[in-house]
């Protein structure tokens, strides 16, 4: 009887075993063979197999490539330990001393400072800025198989949650499975001290204060901590550093658009109960209108009056009037195909990232339309010249001196402290308008023609002024699906944009007086159902959070200024009385 032959089982592909040059000659088959399978319409018999195993090799070769990266850099740094050492330093001799008389001790007088010395000792320490909220991605109900790892650990990288994706979407799309599958849920983490998980009103109200409070920034100011930290170099002009409140959405992706870019800083508390209940402060013109007010708490008597036993009248408190902020929503739903996704996860994981930071882009746009809601109409500042033939202010001077002025407005409207801070947001194009005009003006042009982040930061921070550049207001970005041509940006035919305006926009408002709720847990799942798998398609991401901004205190002003980037001198040219 003749003997049976077993057909030959294909040796499993292990790419520890080749070298560098192989690994690089394996991974360049596999792209080339899994793009060409992955551009057919249908699949002849075993093709789809091969796609499915050729996914399978590509995983694999770039986890050993990495892993080959990693042992290199660990060796490399091995070897750099020895390339810069140097001999030990020689130790010198030990000389003997006499040992000395003894003294007698006279008792020690406490000394007791006098109030001069009091006065002029340093104050308390400050306590430094908080640590940023670091963000975690856990891994979710149907992903720990994928990864070998339990429900709620976290994933150690992106790769990691790619490769969840990918092999997901191949075990859905093979078992014609339908449903949400929840792969990983990534979590901001701001500390007990700024995350509100109580009903109780008292207790949100202290932890929302807590984070507007300034004083627990370094030097006691926002915008003394916002200098320090340019001048330090630990933070740049541009950057949101101040409350360190958000954080950036950035999932370990590098592409050419920089995610969290623009993002306006505010006081943020995580709230997890869906909103937030809390009370906004009166302002003080209303408190004093009260006090002053026929039947006020303020009396003023002459000598007659109270001999005569005039009655005193008294201000009533009112009770406060609570609002019941809800959270809104902000959901992102990107939809894949299963055969994109195993032969060109790349492209994929590209796209993910680049619509995750159009997110967090428009939610930070949608913010800033609230705030400048909430601002009302804009207040035109005038020139400082009246005569409409004269040169027109200096860009610099005019807008310094309208943020100033805005500034010195809202401290006695509000009653604030002499030094009190004052936000201000702004588009980033004024930082080009500051340097051409400070660079086309005569004087000191050499220190001029190389103005810095840091003096630029200066003329605000000396002003009690912080100042924040965002996107989504008076520049380019894409709103609605289109561009505004007359900003930065906005243009998207040749010649581009020409001209930076001389007319800016900014909103100011006292620091602290402007918050953001968030509830920072954002799910990511794939969702698959009998219509997309009728077409080879599934729902590859689905991301919802919640957030509100809310306004504690009164004082959000909306501002308008014109100026000339000319390098203008007020003194030759402002002419500040109206000769006609």
């Known amino acids: 009887m003749p003997e049976e032959i077993t057909p030959e089982t294909p040796p499993v592909f292990d790419p520890t075993t080749l070298t560098d040059a192989e690994l690089s000659a394996a991974f360049a088959a596999a792209r ?21 195993e050729l996914a399978t090799r590509v995983q694999a070769i770039q986890a050993e490539q990495s892993v080959r990266i990693e042992r290199a850099t660990a060796a490399q740094a091995q070897r750099d330990v020895f390339a810069s050492l140097t001999d030990l330093p020689e130790i010198p001799a030990v000389k003997p001393v006499a040992a000395p008389v003894a003294a007698v001790e006279a008792p020690v007088v406490p000394e007791v400072p006098s109030v001069s010395q009091m006065a002029v000792q340093a104050p308390p320490a400050v306590p430094a800025v908080p640590s940023l909220p670091t963000v975690t991605a856990h891994v979710g109900a149907n992903a720990g198989g994928f990864v070998g790892k339990q429900v709620g650990a976290e994933f150690s990288g992106i790769h ?43 207790e949100s109200l202290r932890i929302l204060n807590h984070a507007r409070d300034e004083k627990r920034l370094h030097g006691g100011s926002l915008a003394k901590a916002w200098q320090h930290g340019i001048d330090n170099g630990t933070a740049s002009l541009t950057a949101a550093a101040g409350w360190c409140a958000p954080s950036q959405n950035d999932y370990d992706l590098c592409r050419q658009w920089s995610a969290g870019v623009g993002i306006a800083d505010f006081p943020t508390v995580t709230v997890t109960r869906g909103g937030i209940n809390y009370t906004p402060d009166f302002d003080f013109a209303t408190i004093y209108a009260n006090a002053v007010a026929a039947g006020g708490g303020s009396n003023f008597l002459t000598e007659a009056q109270v001999i005569g036993d005039t009655p005193k009248t008294c201000s009533v408190i009112p009770c406060p009037t609570f609002t019941n902020r809800r959270l809104d929503v902000m959901a992102l739903c990107i939809r ?50 009246p005569d409409p ?35 201000i947001l702004l588009p980033h194009w004024i930082l080009p308008n500051i340097r051409a005009d400070l660079s086309r003006r005569s004087g000191d042009t050499g220190n001029l023609l190389n103005v810095s982040d840091s003096f630029i930061a200066s003329l605000f921070s000396t002003r009690g002024l912080r100042v924040q550049f965002v996107r989504g207001w008076q520049d380019g970005l894409i709103t609605g699906g289109a561009l505004n041509p007359a900003f930065p940006g906005g243009d998207a035919t040749t010649p581009f944009n020409t001209s930076l305006p001389n007319t800016v926009s900014f909103l100011a408002y006292p620091a602290g007086s402007v918050a953001v709720a968030r509830q920072d847990v954002v799910t990511l799942t794939n969702v698959y159902d009998s219509t997309l798998l009728a077409t080879n398609q599934f729902t ?29 001198t007020g003194a030759h040219s402002i002419n500040c009385i109206d000769e006609a």
């Open 389 to 423: 033939g004269a040169l027109a202010d200096s860009f610099t001077s005019a807008l310094l001196s309208g943020m100033e002025q805005a500034r010195e407005d809202l401290i006695y409207r509000l009653m604030l402290r002499w030094d009190a801070t004052i936000e």
């Open 32 to 52: 080339t063979r899994g793009a060409e399978l992955s551009a057919q319409a249908e699949f002849a018999a075993g093709e789809g197999e091969e796609l499915a």
């Open 336 to 385: 894949g195909a299963f055969l994109q996704m195993a032969g060109y996860p790349e492209v994929v994981s590209l796209w993910q990232d680049g619509l995750l930071a159009a997110h967090e882009q428009e939610m930070n746009r949608i913010i800033l339309a609230d705030l400048l809601t909430r601002a009302g109409a804009a207040t035109v500042l005038a020139p400082v010249d």
């Open 540 to 568: 590859s991401l689905f991301a919802e959070e919640g957030f509100a901004p809310i306004y504690p205190c009164p004082g959000q002003r909306l501002y308008t200024v014109t100026g000339c980037t000319g390098g203008v």
């Open 160 to 202: 990691e949650i790619s490769q969840v994706i990918i092999e997901n979407a191949r075990s859905s799309g093979s078992t014609g499975g339908s449903g949400r599958q929840a792969l990983a849920q990534f979590k901001r983490h701001r500390g007990a001290e700024f995350t509100i998980d109580t009903d109780n009103e008292g």
